[in-house]
């Protein structure tokens, strides 16, 4: 029986696959326009700029959630009896998410 979780992923993503790709095929096309791809702003013409905002900000966050899901993981998956690993592990946990956010 631990066969079955991996058949299910594989059967779902193709079914995911053959949705996505199917619908693509199907649905309708529209003419390119240009149009569609201009910013408006009440009628005047906006001068566009390329800015390079960077990943400073990105990174801690998606550290952040990294952080968390890996905790909600270990939780979830942890023995009947251990609930008090968890417990401490959880606690060091958000200490280090502290010190992330709080750096």
Do not use: C, N
Not at 4 to 23: E, S, W
Not at 67 to 81: E, K, M, N, T
């Amino acid at each position: 029986m631990s066969f079955v979780p991996p058949l299910a992923f594989v059967f779902f993503l193709l079914v995911a696959l053959l949705l996505g790709f199917g619908g693509k095929r199907i649905s309708p096309q529209a003419p390119p326009d240009e149009e569609a791809t201009t910013s408006y702003a009440g009628g005047e013409d906006i001068p566009g700029e390329k800015k390079f905002i960077g990943y400073r900000v990105f990174f801690p966050i998606a550290l952040f959630f990294t952080v968390l899901h890996v905790l909600a993981l270990l939780l979830g998956l942890l023995p009947y009896g251990l609930a008090w690993v968890g417990l401490v592990y959880a606690g060091i946990i958000v200490l280090a998410l502290l010190s992330l956010i709080l750096r």
